[in-house]
């Protein structure tokens, strides 16, 4: 009884004016005291029916062999977690077949990383030594020779003429 009177001695309209309450705040106010209100409704109404039904052994009888015959439902998730493991051993085997093919071109590069690092200057190269490695070039030069060419294609346009006739 004493919330009744509390909830009636507050003055809703005086607090919404005098502290300067936003809109949205005033209105989750009233949409409380509009809940509150049905909670209240909802409430009388039930405390008002009678409560002879638990009264009635036959109905409570009932209702405790439903609650104690209650199964709850299992599941046999066996098949779903195999296919998790075998999912999780490929993923593992491509796992390791991506780590070895990595570990092959890392070498790779590493080889070709000390190639860079030791190679001799250009300048300090020689015809036979770009014919020993691009033996293409040693054959592309011959071809040359024998159908007469003695220019390369392009050359002029990228260093100009450089003869003095």
């Known amino acids: 009884m004493a919330t009744k009177v509390a909830a009636a001695a507050v003055d809703f309209t005086r607090i919404y004016s005098t502290l300067g309450l936003g809109k949205e705040t005033i209105a989750a106010l009233q ?10 409704r909802i409430h ?5 029916q009678p409560t002879t039904v638990l009264k009635n052994q036959a109905i ?3 209702a405790e062999k439903l609650f104690k015959d209650f199964k ?30 990595i570990d ?3 070498k790779e590069l590493q080889t070709t990383l000390a190639n860079i690092e030791e190679a001799r200057p250009f300048e300090d190269l020689s015809c036979e030594d770009v ?9 592309a030069v011959a071809t040359m020779v024998k159908k007469g060419k003695w220019t390369v294609p392009g050359y ?8 003095l006739m």
Do not use: M
């Not at 299992?74 to 390791?96: G, L, M, P, R, S």
């Not at 002029?156 to 003869?163: A, H, P, T, V």
């Open 44 to 48: 009388g109404q039930y405390a008002s």
């Open 31 to 40: 949409a409380f005291r509009k809940r509150y209100a049905d909670a209240q």
């Open 131 to 139: 014919g020993k490695a691009h033996p293409r070039i040693e054959e």
């Open 156 to 163: 002029k346009e990228k260093f100009g003429d450089l003869s």
């Open 60 to 62: 409570v009888d009932e």
């Open 72 to 101: 709850p439902v299992t599941y046999d998730v066996n098949a779903h977690i195999k296919a998790i493991e075998a999912f999780e051993t490929k993923a593992v085997a491509k796992a390791q077949e991506t780590a070895e093919k």
């Open 104 to 106: 092959v071109e890392l």
